[in-house]
């Protein structure tokens, strides 16, 4: 689904990324960790859109995406819940959604009903403002924005930061349930325990560069650990 080869990433003279490689298969969990300030968040926007790499290549479906606006990969089957969920606080619940429409089929323009399967609470609050909800719920909504979208890749960017056990557990079944329906996740993470419990595949970031990469089970490995203690 997605291949990440070689890619270098720049902010003026400062080098973000170098020479980053992953894979991102349909029907797999890949989740990328690392410390804070080590490239992550840099390694998302690159893959959909947000900035520009310097080298490298960002396929999808072995297409090259380079030079392809955010816009142009939403409808390419790309879909992103950034880090801080950025919903729009004055729009209600279903406001929010529908600005999932934008790269959409004007005939396909609906609310999939799995989106209020996952997370019901949607449902139940579809009147009231994104600015009015918990952030558990605004990050369900985010969610359910993406993948209003029909993305065929979702990429997340700490989806559980900031958010309480219970809808961490909501988060981690819909995750699951997505991957079970074939969809290719990409989940930015630094809550190790729930990459462990998720993740088919894991890629560790230090400095800008993949420093591990294996299966979730590897974090059990306190030689693998290390890459992330502060």
Do not use: W
């Not at 080098?15 to 969990?29: D, Y």
């Not at 209600?92 to 089929?105: H, I, R, Y």
């Not at 819909?174 to 993470?189: F, P, Q, T």
């Amino acid at each position: 689904m997605l291949s990440v080869s070689n890619v270098d990433l720049y902010y003026g003279a400062a080098q973000a990324l170098r020479g980053v490689s992953l894979e991102a298969k349909k029907g797999e969990i890949t989740c990328v960790l690392g410390r804070n300030g080590v490239g992550k968040t840099s390694l998302m926007r690159a893959i959909v859109g947000q900035q520009a790499i310097r080298s490298g290549q960002i396929a999808l479906d072995g297409s090259d995406l380079k030079g392809e606006a955010p816009y142009t990969r939403a409808r390419r089957g790309i879909g992103f819940v950034p880090q801080g969920r950025e919903v729009f606080p004055l729009l209600s619940v279903k406001e929010n959604l529908q600005t999932g429409f934008a790269p959409v089929k004007r005939g396909e323009r609906t609310i999939p009903d799995h989106v209020f399967e996952l997370f019901p609470v949607l449902k139940s609050m579809l009147s009231r403002r994104g600015g009015d909800l918990s952030g558990g719920q605004q990050q369900q909504l985010a969610i359910g924005r993406a993948l209003v979208t029909r993305p065929n890749l979702l990429v997340l960017d700490e989806p559980t930061e900031g958010i309480q056990p219970s809808i961490i557990k909501d988060i981690g079944r819909a995750i699951r349930y997505l991957k079970e329906a074939g969809m290719a996740v990409l989940l930015v993470e630094q809550y190790l325990e729930f990459c462990r419990e998720l993740a088919d595949k894991v890629y560790i970031m230090d400095r800008g560069q993949i420093v591990f990469e294996g299966v979730g089970a590897d974090l059990d490995d306190p030689d693998v650990r290390k890459h992330l203690t502060v």
